[in-house]
């Protein structure tokens, strides 16, 4: 498997779909694939998990959803990812670029950045097939990279003027 066969597989159509049918999607697309490839699928989505986990990409989640625990901030990468490669590697590289993202999944009309399990679809195809768990791979090391973000709003209006407008606090 190559990054580009990952970054086809994993990217959605549209900003705003439902991540139901999203998974969905995903799993189909993961079928057919020999074991092999699905270990490495998950390898490289662990890969793109782990170049994900920032502080500044958490600070970009805090300012959208108010994002606090580890376990959202696993589903908000995981949306980052079904984004597709080019709006991947804008957010991670500057996290406020999310701030020109004109459309979003929503949940009771506000912005839904998160998607569930994303990340372990392979490895639930794969234990079905083999009867046995991929080997595991941490999607980020101890504490995110960086350092942490402030929640003062001042200072996350001026680190993140873009993502400030779109979702004012």
């Given at each position: 498997?190559?990054?580009?066969?990952?970054?086809?597989?994993?990217?959605?159509?549209?900003?705003?779909?439902?991540q139901t049918d999203l998974a969905e999607t995903l799993k189909q697309k993961l079928e057919p694939l020999s074991n092999q490839e699905l270990r490495d699928f998950d390898k490289i989505f662990?890969?793109?998990?782990?170049?994900?986990?920032?502080?500044?990409?958490?600070?970009?989640?805090?300012?959208?959803?108010g994002c606090d625990s580890e376990y959202a901030f696993a589903e908000f990468r995981c949306f980052l990812i079904s984004l597709g490669k080019d709006w991947y590697d804008k957010v991670v590289e500057s996290p406020d670029e999310l701030g020109h993202l004109t459309e979003w999944p929503e949940k009771d009309g506000?912005?839904?950045?998160?998607?569930?399990?994303?990340?372990?679809i392979a490895g639930q195809i794969y234990e079905e097939r083999v009867d046995d768990e991929l080997p595991y791979v941490p999607s980020g090391q101890a504490s995110p990279a960086g350092k942490k973000f402030s929640h003062k709003k001042k200072q996350l209006?001026?680190?993140?003027?873009l993502l400030s407008a779109a979702f004012p606090f």
């Open positions: 498997m190559t990054e580009s066969q990952f970054w086809e597989l994993v990217s959605r159509t549209s900003p705003t779909q439902n662990g890969q793109q998990m782990r170049r994900s986990y920032s502080w500044t990409v958490w600070g970009a989640a805090y300012i959208i959803t506000y912005a839904y950045p998160f998607l569930d399990e994303y990340d372990l209006k001026a680190t993140y003027p």
